[in-house]
C-alpha cells in the first residue's frame, strides 16, 4: 500500500515540476526575511506542543524541566518522521521518558493519551472553526470544508466533555460489561487508571493544554503562510489554511514514514489547484518541508543524545489518589 502511495505521490510532483530556470528564479528571488519568519514559527509551534505536555505532566506532579520537555518533543518527533509505524513507535518513547523523569506508570500513560487527544480535538476544532469561516465566503472561493466538518467537531467536543463529566460512571459500566474479556478488561482497566489520574489536572491546566495544542496547529499555519509569503505564491491566506487543513487529514493516515512523499503532493496539488504557479508552489512545498521535517531530525538527534546523558530522576512522591 505504502509503495502504491508512494509511486503516486512521485508520478504526480514529477508531473507539476516546473522548468528548472523558474524553480531557480524563484528559489533565488525569495525574501530571506519571511523565511527567518517561517523559521521562528516553525520553532513556536514544536515549543508550543512541548510546553502542553509539561503542563499536564506538571499538573500531575511530574517536575518535568522545560528543557527535557523540549528535547522530548523534538527527539519523539523526529522518531514519528523516521520511523515505520512511527507514531507508535513515538508514543513509547515519549511513554519510557516520563517514567525515566519521575513519572509513575498511571501517570505517564495518561499523559501520553491525554495529550494525543487533545492534539486531535484541537484539530477538529479548527477543522470546525475553518467550516464556519469558510460558510461566510463567497462561493467562489476554493474551500473543502463543509457543514459535516463542522458539526463533527462540536460532536467529539460533545463526547468527550460528556466522557469527562460521566467518567467514573462511564469506567463503572464499561468494566461490567467487557470483564469476561481479558484483552479487553486489561485495556479498560488501563484506561481507567488514565481516567483516575487525570483527574489531578485542574480546570486551568485542561485549557492551558488545549489552547497550547490549539496553538501548535496555529503557528504551524501561519509558518506555512509565511513560507508562502517569502516564494510570493499568491493565491490568499484563506486558500493556503484550506491547503493546509485538507494536508493534515492526509498527515493523519500513517501510511509512509512522516508523510514523506504525500505531504509533498498533496501540498503541491493543493497550492497549484488553488492558484500558484508551479514553480511558486514547488518552492514553498520544499521551504515548508525543509523547517518541519528536514531540520527537525538532526535536531531530534541531539536532543536524543542529551536526554540519554542526562541523569534519571526519582519517582515522583506525589500520589494520584484513586478516589
Same mark, same amino acid.
Given at each position: 500500500?505504502?509503495?502504491?502511495?508512494?509511486?503516486?505521490?512521485?508520478?504526480?510532483?514529477?508531473? /507539476?515540476?516546473?522548468?528548472?530556470?523558474?524553480?531557480?528564479?524563484?528559489?533565488?528571488?525569495?525574501?530571506?526575511?519571511?523565511?527567518?519568519?517561517?523559521?521562528?514559527?516553525?520553532?513556536?509551534?514544536?515549543?508550543?506542543?512541548?510546553?502542553?505536555?509539561?503542563?499536564?505532566?506538571?499538573?500531575?506532579?511530574?517536575?518535568?524541566?522545560?528543557?527535557?520537555?523540549?528535547?522530548?518533543?523534538?527527539?519523539?518527533?523526529?522518531?514519528?518522521?523516521?520511523?515505520? @509505524?512511527?507514531?507508535?513507535?513515538?508514543?513509547?518513547?515519549?511513554?519510557?521518558?516520563?517514567?525515566?523523569?519521575?513519572?509513575?506508570? @498511571?501517570?505517564?500513560?495518561?499523559?501520553?493519551? %491525554?495529550?494525543?487527544?487533545?492534539?486531535?480535538?484541537?484539530?477538529?476544532? $479548527?477543522?470546525?472553526?475553518?467550516?464556519?469561516?469558510?460558510?461566510?465566503?463567497?462561493?467562489?472561493?476554493?474551500?473543502?470544508?463543509?457543514?459535516? @466538518?463542522? $458539526?463533527?467537531?462540536?460532536?467529539?467536543? =460533545?463526547?468527550?466533555?460528556?466522557?469527562? *463529566?460521566?467518567?467514573?460512571?462511564?469506567?463503572? *459500566?464499561?468494566?461490567?460489561?467487557?470483564?469476561?474479556?481479558?484483552?479487553?478488561?486489561? $485495556?479498560?482497566?488501563? =484506561?481507567? *487508571?488514565?481516567?483516575?489520574?487525570?483527574?489531578?489536572?485542574?480546570?486551568?491546566?485542561?485549557?492551558?493544554?488545549?489552547?497550547?495544542?490549539?496553538?501548535?496547529?496555529?503557528?504551524?499555519?501561519?509558518?506555512?503562510?509565511?513560507?508562502? /509569503?517569502?516564494?510570493?505564491?499568491? +493565491?490568499?491566506?484563506?486558500? +493556503?489554511?484550506?491547503?493546509?487543513?485538507?494536508?493534515?487529514?492526509?498527515?493523519?493516515?500513517? %501510511?509512509?514514514?512522516?508523510?514523506?512523499?504525500?505531504? /509533498?503532493?498533496?501540498?503541491?496539488?493543493? $497550492?497549484?489547484?488553488?492558484?500558484?504557479?508551479?514553480?511558486?508552489?514547488?518552492?514553498?512545498?520544499?521551504?515548508?518541508?525543509?523547517?518541519?521535517?528536514?531540520?527537525?531530525?538532526?535536531?531530534?538527534?541531539?536532543?536524543?543524545?542529551?536526554?540519554?546523558?542526562?541523569? %534519571? @530522576?526519582?519517582?515522583?512522591?506525589?500520589?494520584?489518589?484513586?478516589?
Amino acid at each position: 500500500m505504502a509503495g502504491v502511495v508512494g509511486v503516486g505521490a512521485v508520478a504526480l510532483m514529477r508531473r /507539476e515540476f516546473p522548468q528548472v530556470s523558474s524553480l531557480s528564479t524563484v528559489l533565488r528571488t525569495g525574501s530571506p526575511w519571511w523565511a527567518l519568519v517561517a523559521l521562528v514559527l516553525g520553532t513556536a509551534s514544536q515549543l508550543a506542543f512541548a510546553y502542553q505536555q509539561r503542563v499536564l505532566l506538571v499538573a500531575m506532579g511530574v517536575p518535568l524541566r522545560r528543557r527535557d520537555a523540549i528535547a522530548l518533543t523534538y527527539s519523539s518527533g523526529a522518531i514519528c518522521m523516521v520511523a515505520p @509505524a512511527g507514531g507508535a513507535v513515538a508514543a513509547a518513547y515519549t511513554f519510557r521518558h516520563y517514567q525515566r523523569r519521575g513519572a509513575d506508570h @498511571a501517570v505517564a500513560l495518561t499523559v501520553t493519551l %491525554v495529550s494525543g487527544v487533545i492534539t486531535v480535538l484541537s484539530l477538529l476544532m $479548527l477543522f470546525g472553526a475553518g467550516s464556519v469561516v469558510s460558510a461566510g465566503l463567497s462561493a467562489t472561493t476554493w474551500r473543502p470544508l463543509d457543514l459535516g @466538518a463542522s $458539526l463533527s467537531a462540536v460532536a467529539v467536543v =460533545a463526547l468527550l466533555v460528556l466522557g469527562v *463529566r460521566f467518567r467514573s460512571a462511564l469506567a463503572v *459500566r464499561s468494566r461490567k460489561l467487557l470483564n469476561r474479556f481479558s484483552l479487553f478488561a486489561r $485495556l479498560l482497566r488501563q =484506561a481507567d *487508571r488514565a481516567l483516575r489520574a487525570s483527574r489531578a489536572v485542574g480546570g486551568r491546566d485542561w485549557a492551558a493544554a488545549l489552547a497550547l495544542a490549539a496553538g501548535k496547529w496555529v503557528l504551524d499555519l501561519a509558518c506555512l503562510l509565511a513560507v508562502a /509569503e517569502a516564494f510570493r505564491a499568491d +493565491v490568499g491566506w484563506v486558500r +493556503v489554511a484550506a491547503v493546509y487543513l485538507t494536508m493534515q487529514v492526509v498527515r493523519q493516515i500513517p %501510511v509512509t514514514p512522516g508523510g514523506i512523499g504525500l505531504i /509533498e503532493a498533496s501540498l503541491l496539488a493543493g $497550492l497549484t489547484t488553488a492558484g500558484a504557479d508551479a514553480a511558486s508552489a514547488f518552492a514553498v512545498v520544499l521551504g515548508y518541508r525543509l523547517i518541519t521535517f528536514w531540520l527537525v531530525l538532526p535536531v531530534g538527534l541531539a536532543a536524543h543524545l542529551m536526554l540519554r546523558a542526562a541523569p %534519571v @530522576a526519582e519517582r515522583s512522591t506525589r500520589a494520584v489518589r484513586a478516589g
